[in-house]
């Protein structure tokens, strides 16, 4: 943390450079796929995202594998991927 920056200013700091990479992966999206119509695109989001998660986990396991993630790292991620799977189901 930087002198004078709080825990929780610098939580939010991380939290904000994730917004605007998700924004900036949107804006890419829109460039090559073209805009998003959320009411005619047949797509079912919450199967998707559950698909997303699945992809995350072999992400993680295929790091920690490789050694470029330590297995107490990726243990922790993990558990909180799975989490975030639990509640998508």
Same mark, same amino acid.
């Given at each position: 943390?930087? #002198?004078?920056?709080? @825990?929780? %200013? ?8 994730? #917004? ?5 992966? @949107? ?5 090559? +796929? %073209?805009?998003?119509? *959320? @009411?005619? #695109?047949?797509? !079912?989001?919450?199967? =998707? @995202?559950? =698909? =997303? *998660? *699945?992809? $995350? /986990?072999? +992400?993680?396991?295929? $790091?920690?594998?490789? %050694? !470029?993630?330590? /297995?107490? =790292?990726?243990?922790? /991620?993990?558990?909180?991927?799975? %989490? /975030? +799977?639990? *509640?998508?189901?």
């Amino acid at each position: 943390m930087a #002198d004078g920056e709080s @825990a929780t %200013g610098a939580a939010m700091s991380k939290f904000d450079r994730i #917004d605007k990479l998700c924004a900036r992966r @949107a804006q890419n999206g829109i460039k090559e +796929y %073209g805009c998003l119509d *959320l @009411a005619t #695109d047949p797509r !079912d989001f919450s199967r =998707e @995202a559950q =698909e =997303e *998660l *699945l992809d $995350a /986990i072999n +992400y993680v396991k295929w $790091a920690m594998a490789r %050694g !470029d993630m330590s /297995i107490v =790292e990726g243990a922790v /991620i993990l558990h909180f991927i799975k %989490g /975030i +799977y639990r *509640l998508l189901i």
